[in-house]
């Protein structure tokens, strides 16, 4: 069986996403540049989900429906108890980390789950796949719609959202209305995704370059490093773990208490702890102003690795337990045969 290594996920794209926000902190976007650099990451966030849309087979949205009972505890886990965390340790995190860094948090809380990555873990921890993709599809979709009323929900001080009545529509219009086109044209582009498939990647992780770096840039001259320090910083890669850490055993216990299957409590525990950076950098281009969008998806970035390397460590733990209990198994047989 092939191994996940945990640390297969530190990769060049992790040490690209570094190299951006440095550039971003050493050559900001200023002035006209920082204006063209904003009109190019508008079309890069609609092109991001108009991909997202043409790679996506209507098989994957419809397959598992039935199983309501898993997809409504995995959504649970990832649009209730996600912000719960946030508002419930709200007055130990502002001290801890600042006003900004705790709102990015809460944004983090309510972002959907990510979806390829989710799918692997599942699939190598031997967990119930199809449930998974069309969980995972399902979150991205709902967390277009829910996200943005979260946030305006959850993030009370006005300056901190840019245009809270106009933003669903801004949503609609530069995520949800491509993602549909794309969605629609899925059946029609088989041959183009089949000779031109490996450069969707290519685009998808560009664009979520070319948005780090225009949303660190208006932090950076905002200020951005002169409050995150190394302290706080660290203050903040323990909360996403204690995070990560919590909503992993609890979606677990969950799913064990309400008579899951093994595969399916593994499809939980996965597909419910993730979130997704894919989704969340575009969608706070959209719902933030631009000196608080670095803010806001700083704590998203340090999740998302952390969730790939601990999650591929847990993965690789499941499968070798799957492993050998299928051994034990084909051992009694040949023994009783």
């Keep these: 069986m092939k191994r996940l290594n945990p640390f297969q996920f530190v990769d060049h794209y992790t040490l690209l996403l570094v190299g951006v926000v440095i550039l971003a902190s050493v050559l900001p976007a200023q002035g006209g540049?920082?204006?063209?650099m904003k009109g190019l990451t508008t079309v890069a966030v609609s092109l991001l989900f108009f991909l997202h849309g043409i790679k996506l087979p209507r098989a994957a949205l419809l397959s598992g429906l039935t199983h309501w009972r898993l997809h409504l505890l995995i959504f649970s886990c990832t649009f209730v108890l996600f912000p719960l965390l946030a508002i419930i340790f709200r007055p130990v995190l502002i001290p801890l980390l600042s006003e900004p860094l705790y709102l990015g948090i809460v944004y983090l809380c309510v972002l959907p789950a990510t979806v390829q990555s989710a799918i692997s873990m599942v699939s190598i921890a031997k967990g119930n796949v199809a449930a998974a993709i069309c969980s995972a599809s399902g979150s991205t979709l709902l967390g277009v719609l829910i996200t943005p009323f979260m946030v305006g929900w959850l993030i009370h001080d006005t300056s901190e959202v840019s245009g809270t009545l106009g933003m669903a529509g801004r949503i609609f219009v530069q995520l949800m209305l491509?993602?549909?086109?794309?969605?629609?044209?899925?059946?029609?582009?088989?041959?183009?995704?089949?000779?031109?498939?490996?450069?969707?990647?290519?685009?998808?992780?560009?664009?979520?370059?070319?948005?780090?770096?225009?949303?660190?840039s208006a932090a950076i001259v905002q200020g951005l490093w002169s409050q995150v320090t190394w302290s706080v910083l660290g203050a903040l890669l323990l909360v996403?773990?204690?995070?990560?850490?919590?909503?992993?055993?609890?979606s677990w216990k969950l799913a064990c208490m309400l008579g899951f299957d093994r595969a399916d409590q593994i499809t939980v525990m996965f597909c419910g702890s993730q979130k997704s950076l894919a989704?969340?950098?575009?969608?706070?281009?959209?719902?933030?102003?631009?000196?608080?969008?670095?803010f806001m998806v700083l704590p998203l970035m340090l999740f998302h690795q952390m969730q790939l390397m601990l999650c591929s460590m847990l993965a690789q733990h499941w499968s070798r337990r799957m492993e050998a209990a299928n051994e034990a198994i084909?051992?009694?047989v040949t023994t009783k045969s």
Excluded: E, N
Excluded at 33 to 36: D, E
């Design 178 to 216: 491509p993602f549909l086109v794309g969605h629609l044209l899925h059946p029609y582009a088989q041959k183009w995704l089949k000779k031109f498939g490996r450069v969707i990647p290519l685009v998808d992780r560009g664009s979520i370059l070319l948005i780090v770096y225009t949303a660190f």
């Design 279 to 294: 989704s969340g950098i575009p969608m706070a281009q959209i719902l933030f102003t631009a000196s608080t969008v670095g």
């Design 240 to 250: 996403c773990a204690v995070a990560l850490g919590v909503v992993l055993l609890v």
């Design 33 to 36: 540049f920082a204006g063209f």
């Design 330 to 332: 084909a051992a009694t």
